[in-house]
């Protein structure tokens, strides 16, 4: 049994890995898409995820949720919201990393935490520990240092962390699986979405038959790409403790300001470490807190902090 359990827990670090790992190296995908702009990129993401999905749930046979979801018009209303906000994410995203700003995409997933932790305390009305106080003392203190350096406040940063922050929020109301969540907000996004990519056909500045084969596979890759990280991520989420995988998260971010600084060459002057470095000391003293308490004795009580944020990362 105990050798089971450690075979589990393997398996659910390896899937955590994979997920985190692949949400990290996204970067790398985007830009094979051009000539395509973020615009006709974004629809052929949504149009092919719900195909994606959709495929994979008629395999396992788990539609009985669909049924559900239509008979509560307010949770209805919620995935709609998601969907919206999701694709401001997927849109912002995707035209930062095409457009030279992945060291600045980056930090909106490292921030992303911060800002999860200050909705909860604003809408929710959670408390925090002094701890966290500081984290997000700390965090507002770097955005303005990036704004300095930057000569503005860091908008794509703060975009997608907000929206983000947002999604996690609905998402936790709506309260459906990973790949059911997505099919849900694909489904409200498909319409839309298939109708822009038949308005630029018909206009002529559709890439997807103009390119060749190959840039047409890799189109109808994104969905691929939005969904696999996603069973990754369910398969680690029942298989591993959450505060592994909130540990876990901070590979996607990592990976991709490498991915800014090292292979794409984006600057990075004083200012801007010295912003990353008040971020990244946030989030020490954010993990370390939670980490701490999630090892205290059960029967203890604590104050229930940010429990709004998910752990998975949409990019």
């Not at 000569?151 to 929206?163: D, Q, R, V, Y």
């Not at 990280?229 to 998260?249: D, E, H, M, Y």
């Amino acid at each position: 049994m105990a050798g089971s359990s450690r075979g589990e827990g393997r398996i659910g670090l390896l899937n955590g890995f994979a997920a985190y790992g692949m949400w990290g190296l996204v970067p790398l995908f985007w830009p094979l898409l051009k000539p395509a702009d973020a615009g006709e990129i974004l629809a052929h993401r949504m149009v092919w995820s719900l195909v994606f999905v959709a495929v994979a749930l008629l395999f396992v046979r788990r539609w009985a949720w669909a049924g559900e979801l239509l008979r509560q018009p307010r949770r209805l209303g919620l995935v709609v919201i998601a969907a919206a906000v999701i694709t401001v994410n997927w849109g912002v995203y995707i035209w930062a990393v095409n457009s030279g700003h992945v060291v600045e995409a980056s930090l909106g997933y490292f921030i992303n935490p911060l800002v999860t932790i200050a909705m909860g305390v604003l809408l929710l009305k959670e408390r925090l520990r002094p701890v966290q106080w500081a984290a997000v003392g700390i965090g507002f203190a770097a955005v303005l240092v990036l704004t300095i350096g930057y000569g503005h406040p860091p908008w794509i940063s703060l975009c997608l962390a907000f929206s983000f922050a947002t999604y996690g929020l609905v998402k936790k109301k709506v309260n459906l699986g990973g790949v059911e969540s997505l099919t849900a907000e694909t489904a409200i996004q498909f319409l839309p979405a298939l109708g822009y990519l038949l308005w630029l056909s018909a206009h002529g500045d559709a890439t997807f038959a103009a390119e060749g084969a190959g840039h047409a596979a890799l189109l109808a890759s994104t969905g691929v790409v939005t969904a696999l990280p996603l069973v990754c991520f369910g398969a680690a989420a029942i298989r591993v403790p959450l505060s592994t995988l909130g540990l876990l998260q901070y590979l996607a971010p990592v990976f991709q300001f490498l991915l800014g600084v090292v292979y794409f060459g984006e600057d990075m002057p004083a200012e801007r470490w010295a912003g990353f470095a008040l971020v990244w000391l946030a989030l020490v003293l954010l993990t370390a807190d939670a980490w701490r308490f999630s090892r205290r004795p059960k029967g203890i009580e604590v104050p229930q902090v940010s429990q709004l944020g998910s752990t998975s990362v949409d990019v």
